[in-house]
């Protein structure tokens, strides 16, 4: 069973940095795309950053270029997204989801193809 468990969210003060934790199981963790969404209330859910497993090609949307950063630690089949200089812009439900990676393209090109979803961890950045 593909299982994705996002972990790390919280209350947080603008300014400040907060990790968030994605843990894979059920599939071959080195075949995938994991990527970050995030869906703020009232807005659509938007891709945020992704990380190609099998290139290590990664991605990151234009509001969190430079603040966030996606990693890997493939011997644990997580995939971290680090945000830094949070904003209050940045409050939002972020989810993890994974895609097998078939080499079409950078992992962003199928960001309105991820298969397989976590359940969420809720991000709030007070002012």
């Known amino acids: 069973e593909v299982q994705l468990q996002a972990s790390g969210g919280g209350l947080v003060q603008a300014g400040t940095s907060l990790k968030l934790g994605c843990v894979a199981s059920g599939f071959t963790f080195s075949d995938y795309a994991i990527g970050w969404f995030r869906q703020a209330p009232g807005k659509e859910r938007e891709g945020v950053s992704c990380v190609s497993l099998r290139t290590g090609g990664r991605f990151y949307s234009a509001p969190v270029k430079g603040r966030f950063t996606i990693s890997s630690e493939k011997n644990k089949n997580t995939v971290y997204l680090q945000m830094n200089s949070l904003k209050s812009e940045d409050t939002a439900v972020y989810y993890c989801?994974?895609?097998?990676?078939?080499?079409?393209?950078?992992?962003?090109?199928?960001?309105?193809?991820?298969?397989?979803w976590g359940q969420g961890t809720l991000v709030t950045v007070s002012s």
């Open positions: 989801a994974a895609r097998f990676d078939y080499g079409d393209g950078p992992c962003k090109s199928f960001f309105d193809d991820y298969e397989y």
